[in-house]
């Protein structure tokens, strides 16, 4: 069966910290994405990675980096954590190829940041 | 930067009622996606339907694509308690990759 993990459910953290959020597919899957939620917003693509250690910026990247040094893990990093980025993650990944089809998300992050 | 709309926002039936929910998008597309999200929890993938195709069926779930009018409907028949969720509409994504725009979504809510 097809799994997407994330390391965390709910995490709170203090602003100024460094956070790590780590997400782990089984799939073999080329293309892996982190995503931010927020009510009204919808789903806002941060960063996405097409290989190993290569990553494109999504729509909101500024205030975070990413790491893909593995081909099943994507971590996504919050280098100086700040209230504006308290909201639910997500990450996802999607074979390669040619038609822009179907993502397999994890269960998801709530990050708080106090 | 928002491709997909979804109408209405948020919908609330009663059991057994159908639930349509609609999904306009701005730009020509080679396919349409919908995704349902149980509160709190990550998106898990219904259906893709091809920009050649108009209608298409899983199990309770019918989706219609009009390229004409760049819009898409999800219909959910006979709807039960289980299928209170939002629910996306996903269009590629601009450039190369696999990059897709989700919308902001319809909240359904179905009253037992």
């Known amino acids: 069966d097809v799994k997407v993990t994330q390391s965390s459910r709910y995490l709170v953290k203090r602003t100024g910290e460094k956070v790590f959020l780590e997400c782990v597919q089984d799939?073999?899957?080329?293309?892996m994405f982190w995503y931010r939620q927020d009510p009204g917003l919808g789903l806002r693509l941060i960063y996405f990675?097409?290989?190993?250690?290569?990553?494109e910026k999504g729509d909101i990247p500024e205030g975070y980096s990413v790491s893909r040094e593995k081909k099943e893990r994507f971590s996504l990093i919050l280098e100086s954590a700040s209230t504006n980025q308290t909201s639910m993650y997500l990450c996802?990944?999607?074979?390669?190829?040619?038609?822009?089809?179907?993502?397999?998300f994890g269960p998801g992050t709530r990050l708080t940041v106090t | 930067s928002q491709q997909g709309e979804e109408d209405p926002q948020a919908l609330s039936i009663q059991e057994g009622e159908n639930a349509t929910m609609n999904c306009s998008y701005k730009?020509?597309?080679?396919?349409l996606q919908w995704y349902r999200q149980n509160s709190g929890r990550g998106l898990v993938h219904l259906i893709l339907?091809?920009?050649?195709?108009r209608e298409k069926h899983s199990g309770r779930l019918r989706v219609t694509l009009d390229t004409s009018k760049k819009s898409s409907s999800l219909l959910i028949t006979a709807s039960r308690a289980a299928d209170t969720a939002s629910y996306f509409c996903?269009?590629?994504?601009?450039?190369?990759?696999?990059?897709?725009?989700f919308g902001t979504g319809t909240k359904l809510q179905v009253i037992p």
């Open positions: 996802a990944s999607t074979r390669g190829g040619g038609e822009k089809g179907e993502q397999y």
């Open positions: 996903a269009t590629p994504g601009r450039g190369g990759y696999q990059k897709v725009t």
């Open positions: 990675s097409y290989d190993v250690k290569m990553k």
């Open positions: 339907i091809r920009s050649n195709e």
């Open positions: 730009t020509s597309i080679n396919n």
């Open positions: 799939m073999d899957h080329e293309n």
